[in-house]
Every structure is written in structure tokens, then in C-alpha cells.
């Protein structure tokens, strides 16, 4: 028999798992839950899991691989946030949880608070100082806008361009908000900044990174760390111009300089044609004025010098009359002074005695002189030598008469009285002999042969003195100051030179 069975309705695990999970996902659908992420955690195959938690409890949540490229943020733990998705079950574990396609942060506060802490980080890194940011060019030649195509912000950035100095704009356009534009803003500023400088796109010269006003959700692209460093490490000048002037992102700090709107970006991109040729024109009249004024007052200095300058064109002419006259006198000078020189030398040279004349006379003289010497000195010789020995001749008288008379004493008185007066004699004839044979010596060749020369005679014993004077194969006698030597005359040598002859 088969067992009784209750009123109480018997269900299998699989059914009353799906029973719970049909009535969980009807009874809530789609719902927008609040709390703290907590536990995250990513898987290798690309799903996220998480729990949200508030005061009073915890709720599971999972993020599928093909939902979190659109969740709008990138979760993390400690942050609030608003998950939206759908309650569902897991049976084999007998749980529920939240299956979230799209998170935004919870509140204003949450969002700010994130920012900040992001911003002080980055302040720290150095990506805001005031040292690293860079000029803006006057008057760039190509203007580079990253912004979207659809918007109205690039009408305005064209708009303003045009009106007040026409530039090439080139328009990189991106997503300013959602899904993906945070990729997009980056590789449009590193896009910009890695054209070369002479390729086929131009490189801009300045770069705008642009969009219109917003919630801070809708600003919060351009909060993100990646669109901040690329702004910092773009080597393009960039303005940024985010929002409204209220309006205030990171990539503000980052960025070169910072518009309140886009508008203005474009205004500081490119100066104002007419406000420049205004400003030149300005600028042209005030230069010609100081120019004016300048050449005025030099004018004015320049009369005042010249009213103290003497009369130039008279000075020179008077110099020029000066230079006349004294080139004139000078061609008459030369002339006068080299007739007054020549005729002062003529007077000198009729005045001058005769050179060749004195000489021949004064040679002549000496020959004389040296003849009646060679005469006379055998015959003075001669006397000297006479009264000398008839000096000694007497001396020895004398001295044999004195000692002849020693005996007597008379005569020995008589001896004393005559011997002084012959003594005295006999000195001073002494001292003449002496000094007539110095000066008979001083004269004598026989001296001169004593330090090396020779006299040469010829074959009768007759001097000759010059070279002329010999005839080749003379017959010669060398007299030197020991004896003579006899020599023959090869052949006579150029009578202009002094020398001996060859022998």
C-alpha cells in the first residue's frame, strides 16, 4: 500500500532554487542599490566579484567580462557607489546577488572626495607645477582641437578662430563622456604629440582638449589619472577647457593653461587681428613720432654744431693755396740747394791742397832725409868712434901719469885737482855716446831684420823696394840678421798688392 501523503507540497532542490530566483527577479527587476564595495576581486576570466555593504548588511555582486567596459568607473574597495543591475540566485550555493552593468559613484561628496585624494597624489608627483608648464605661441600656425565632432563646442572653437585670426584647425574627435572616452582623450593627446614636425598631417602648434558643461559625472573623463598624464607629458602647449567656468577637472591643473569655456581657449589660442592691427597701428605712430621727435632734436643739435664749426670750404681752400705754394717752393728748393752744396764743394775742393802733391814731396823729402842719413852715419860713426878712443887714449895717460906720481906728494895734489874735471868729462862724453847709440840703433835695419824681415838687394848690393823693380830671373841677395842668402826672381807679382816676392 502506498504511505499517506499530506496536504504540504513537495518540491525538488532545482525547484525551489528556480522558484526563488523567478520570484526574486519579478518581484525587484531592475533596481539601483547603494554601499561600500568590499571583497573585490577579478578573476583571469575577465568577471568581477564583489559585495556591497552598508550599516545593516551585505549584499553579493558580480560584474560580468562583457558589462565592465560599460560600467563607467573602474570599482574599487573602500568606494561608495550606486550599482545598477538585477537581483538573482545562485543555487549551488543557495545565495543571491546583484548582477551590476553599470556603477556610478554615490554623490557629489564620494566623487569629490575621490578627486581630491587624486589630485593631492598627483600634486605631489609634481604633474601641477607652475615650473614645467609652457608658453603659449602668439600666432600658431595649426591649432589641434580634442573634442567631440557633434558637439557644439567645436562651432565655437571655429567660430572664434575665424573672427579673430583665420588658423588651421585640426579636429581629433573623441568621446567627452561614457564608455571609453577616457581611452579615446588619451590617444587623441598622445596622437597629437607624436606627429612629426614636417609629415603628412602637420603638427599643431598649440592643443585644445575641449567640451561643454555637465554634471561632475559627465566631467569626470577628464578626472581621470591617464587623461591627466597624458596632458602632462604632451609636449605640445595644451589649454584646457572643460565645462564652465564653475566647472573645475584635474586635466585643468595639468594643462599649459586653463579657459573657463571654450570659447575662451580659442581667444587664447590666437590673438585678435584687429585689436593687433589696431595695436600696430598704435605702435607705428608712436615710433614715428619718436622718430620725429629724434630727428628733431638731432636737426636742432646738428645747426647749433654747425653754427660753432669754422667756414670749412675756406679753410680748405687756404690749405689747398698753402699746399700750392709749398709744393712750388719745394721743386724750386731741390734744385737751389743741390747748386748751393755743389758749388760749396767746388770751393772746398780749390781750397784743399794737393794730396798726391804733398805726398810725393813728403815721400821725397824722406828719401833725401834717408840719403844723407845713409851718408852721414858712416862718418859720424867714424868721429865717435875717434873721439872716443882718443878719450880712453888720455884716460889711460892720465891714470899712468898718476900712479907714476904717487911718491910725491905735490903731485899726488895736482892729480886730485885735475881728476874730477876729467871724471865729469868723461861721464857727460859717456851719457852723449850712450844717447847717440840709442838713436843710432832706433834707426839702424839691422833691428828690424832682428824680428823677422829681410833686405832685398840685388846682385850689386842696391836695396830694392818695390816689386816693379825686379825683373824674372834676377839674381837676388836676401840679407837677414845673421847673413845673406842668395835667391833668383821667378816671375814679378801684381804690383797693386804689398808682399813679399816668391822666391
Known amino acids: 500500500m502506498d504511505e499517506p501523503r499530506g496536504n504540504i507540497p513537495e518540491y525538488t532542490v532545482t525547484e525551489i532554487s528556480g522558484a526563488v530566483k523567478r520570484t526574486l527577479e519579478g518581484a525587484f527587476g531592475r533596481v539601483r542599490v547603494r554601499g561600500e564595495i568590499t571583497e573585490l576581486k577579478r578573476y583571469p576570466s575577465g568577471h568581477i566579484y564583489f559585495s556591497l555593504k552598508d550599516e545593516g548588511g551585505k549584499l553579493a555582486g558580480v560584474v560580468w567580462k ?21 537581483i538573482s540566485s545562485y543555487g549551488e550555493r543557495s545565495s543571491y546577488q546583484l548582477i551590476v552593468d553599470r556603477m556610478d559613484y554615490a ?54 578662430v575665424l573672427r579673430r585670426f583665420p588658423r588651421r584647425i585640426i579636429l581629433w574627435p573623441v568621446q567627452v563622456q561614457g564608455e571609453g572616452a577616457v581611452a579615446q582623450i588619451v590617444a587623441a593627446i598622445r596622437g597629437f604629440d607624436s606627429l612629426p614636425e614636417n609629415g603628412p598631417i602637420p603638427r599643431p602648434d598649440v592643443l585644445i582638449v575641449a567640451r561643454g558643461g555637465g554634471s561632475l559625472e559627465d566631467l569626470m573623463a577628464f578626472n581621470d589619472e591617464a587623461v591627466v598624464r597624458a596632458a602632462f607629458a604632451c609636449g605640445i602647449p595644451l589649454i584646457a577647457a572643460v565645462g564652465h567656468e564653475t566647472d573645475t577637472t584635474l586635466i585643468d591643473f595639468a594643462a599649459d593653461r586653463r579657459a573657463p569655456t571654450p570659447t575662451a581657449a580659442a581667444e587664447m589660442a590666437v590673438p585678435s587681428r584687429v585689436e593687433m592691427a589696431a595695436d600696430l597701428q598704435q605702435k607705428a605712430a608712436r615710433l614715428s613720432g619718436a622718430l620725429g621727435r629724434l630727428a628733431g632734436a638731432c636737426r636742432l643739435r646738428l645747426q647749433r654744431a654747425e653754427r660753432g664749426l669754422p667756414d670749412l670750404p675756406a679753410l680748405l681752400g687756404t690749405a689747398r693755396q698753402r699746399l700750392d705754394d709749398r709744393a712750388a717752393r719745394l721743386a724750386m728748393a731741390l734744385p737751389n740747394l743741390l747748386a748751393t752744396r755743389r758749388a760749396s764743394l767746388d770751393r772746398a775742393e780749390r781750397g784743399m791742397p794737393d794730396l798726391p802733391a804733398l805726398i810725393r814731396a813728403a815721400r821725397q823729402g824722406l828719401d833725401d832725409r834717408a840719403g844723407r842719413l845713409r851718408v852721414a852715419l858712416p862718418g859720424l860713426l867714424a868721429a865717435r868712434r875717434g873721439a872716443l878712443a882718443l878719450g880712453a887714449e888720455r884716460l889711460r ?22 881728476d874730477a874735471p876729467l871724471r865729469a868729462g868723461l861721464r857727460e862724453a859717456r851719457a852723449r855716446l850712450e844717447g847717440l847709440s840709442g838713436r843710432l840703433e832706433s834707426v839702424s835695419y839691422a833691428k828690424v831684420l832682428e824680428r823677422g824681415f829681410a833686405l832685398v838687394a840685388d846682385a850689386r848690393g842696391a836695396p830694392l823696394t818695390t816689386a816693379a823693380a825686379v825683373a824674372p830671373g834676377a839674381a837676388l841677395r836676401l840679407r837677414f840678421a845673421d847673413g845673406d842668402v842668395a835667391a833668383t826672381a821667378d816671375r814679378p807679382r801684381d804690383t797693386g798688392r804689398q808682399g813679399a816676392l816668391p822666391l
Open 66 to 86: 562583457f558589462a565592465v567596459p560599460r560600467l563607467g568607473l573602474v570599482p574599487e574597495n573602500g568606494v561608495e557607489v550606486i550599482a545598477q543591475g538585477k
Open 107 to 160: 554623490g557629489a561628496g564620494a566623487l569629490l572626495a575621490r578627486i581630491e585624494a587624486l589630485r593631492l597624489r598627483l600634486a605631489e608627483e609634481g604633474l601641477f607645477d607652475a615650473a614645467r608648464k609652457k608658453a603659449i605661441p602668439m600666432l600658431p600656425e595649426v591649432i589641434g582641437v580634442v573634442t567631440s565632432e557633434r558637439g557644439a563646442v567645436i562651432q565655437d572653437i571655429r567660430t572664434t
Open 397 to 418: 895717460s892720465a891714470l899712468r901719469h898718476a900712479a907714476a906720481g904717487r911718491a910725491a906728494a905735490g903731485a899726488r895734489v895736482m892729480l886730485r885737482l885735475t
